[in-house]
């Protein structure tokens, strides 16, 4: 005996569970095609109406939404990372290569698209910035939203730089070598930098130090590193996104669009 | 309608109890959640530890008989390099003076080269290539009472200064 598919359509869509769920029915008429723009969830994110001449791919190349969908790309692989990554200095090299061997399904997969979108991250919000640039889509009232977006160009090379030393390879220790030792050059801040000696800072005191946890490169510096590259800068950047597409939204799509 | 504008101003004065305690309560809130916050993130806050977990800066590095005459040995773990001259020992730094790489011994040439950005140094630690502003420094030296070579990274010495034995 076939059950009779309408019945058991109205019987999914007609109770309660499913109606505190779906607001309105799929059918084609236009007070649903209201509703599904009014009661959309990307309501903020996306205009009721786009104009025509938004579809012209070549005025953005989407970029800054090609830049959002690798942070999160960035963010689903990352956490799976997480469960197969220890940031500890006896284990955390060992562990990367055993994800690299596959040593977890998709290990080697996850562990280099998540590098390699890290690296293509700086370059499309490099570009974002650029197109932003030539387009003078920072001009007003957008002001607001280009200082927003040169702190996001911050936070994804720190974002970058700290995800460089997770390895725990030479590339990485060296660079974070150099680049702390950069830090350790500031003004005002760090102890081989200007005014250094009139503030009274030195290698166990610095900027450096905080951002090492100690003096040298040791396992405080790869937790810390762990803990800003997983959990505050992305919290950070995640914040920051959201007021820069809310800052899109209300400004309006600069040139014609 | 003059009784309401009354009360209203009344409740919006801060001398009345409601409004005391809305002040209060705020203050003592945004006061102590500033008084956090600058803990944390201030100069020797919460991200300046107070106990280090690293090695010695002061450390044995072998018998002075151990070591070849005109030559360099190599310390990596230590990140120094001990030059012997006759009866003389210096303690020289591995640390690049541009931006902290370790330096290596080149033997055929004579000289420190630095992998990172092509900093080179004589055999004495005097900088004469690449980006490296100053010669690499020297360590103080002491023989322990057994008789073994000391060395001492905490203490920066004059490039002159050579332990005689």
Redesign the interface.
């Known amino acids: 005996m076939i059950p009779d598919l309408k019945k058991v359509i109205e019987l999914i869509t007609g109770n309660e569970i499913w109606k505190s769920v779906f607001r309105h029915s799929y059918e084609d008429t236009p007070r649903n095609r209201v509703l599904q723009i009014v009661g959309n969830v990307w309501m903020h994110i996306h205009p009721p109406t786009v104009r025509k001449e938004s579809l012209n791919i070549s005025y953005t190349f989407c970029l800054g939404g090609l830049t959002f969908f690798i942070f999160l790309f960035e963010t689903l692989t990352g956490i799976l990372l997480m469960f197969y990554y220890t940031p500890d200095v006896n284990r955390a090299y060992a562990d990367m290569i055993d994800l690299s061997n596959n040593a977890a399904p998709f290990g080697r997969l996850l562990r280099n698209t998540h590098r390699w979108a890290g690296h293509a991250m700086v370059i499309t919000v490099c570009f974002h910035m650029l197109r932003v640039f030539l387009t003078g889509a920072y001009k007003s009232p957008r002001q607001f939203n280009w200082v927003v977006g040169v702190v996001l160009l911050v936070l994804t090379l720190l974002l970058s730089f700290t995800g460089y030393l997770l390895p725990w390879d030479q590339l990485g220790y ?1 660079a974070i ?2 680049g ?3 830090a350790g050059a500031t003004p005002f801040a760090g102890y081989q930098g200007p005014f250094a000696d009139l503030f009274g800072f030195t290698i ?2 610095d900027i450096r ?3 090492l ?4 490169i ?3 510096a790869l937790l810390r590193a762990y803990v800003w590259h997983c959990i505050a800068l992305p919290s950070l950047a995640g914040g920051l996104i959201m007021l820069h597409f809310w800052r899109v939204r209300k400004d309006g799509f600069s040139g014609q669009l | 309608m003059a009784e309401v504008e009354k009360t209203e101003v009344t409740a919006s004065t801060w001398t009345s109890r409601r409004g005391f305690f809305t002040y209060a309560g705020w203050t003592i809130f945004l006061g102590t959640t500033l008084a956090f916050m600058a803990k944390t993130f201030s ?2 806050g919460f ?3 107070k106990v ?3 090695p010695s800066k002061k450390f044995p590095v072998g018998y002075p008989a151990d070591f070849p005459d005109h030559g360099v040995v190599t310390l990596k773990a230590r990140r120094v390099f001990i030059v012997r001259e006759g009866n003389n020992f210096s303690a020289i730094s591995m640390v690049c003076q541009h ?3 370790a330096v290596h011994w080149t033997e055929e040439k004579g000289i420190y080269e630095c992998p ?1 950005h092509g900093s080179k140094y004589y055999k004495d630690g005097v900088n004469f290539a690449g980006p490296a502003p100053r010669p690499l420094f020297h360590f103080d030296m002491h023989l322990s009472d057994d008789g073994k070579l000391m060395v001492d990274t905490s203490t920066i010495i004059e490039r002159v200064t050579v332990l005689t034995i």
């Open positions: 060296w070598t150099v702390t030792n950069m166990d005191n130090f905080a951002l946890g100690g003096t040298s040791q396992a405080p | 100069f020797t991200f300046f530890p280090l977990f690293e931006l902290g790489c990172c």
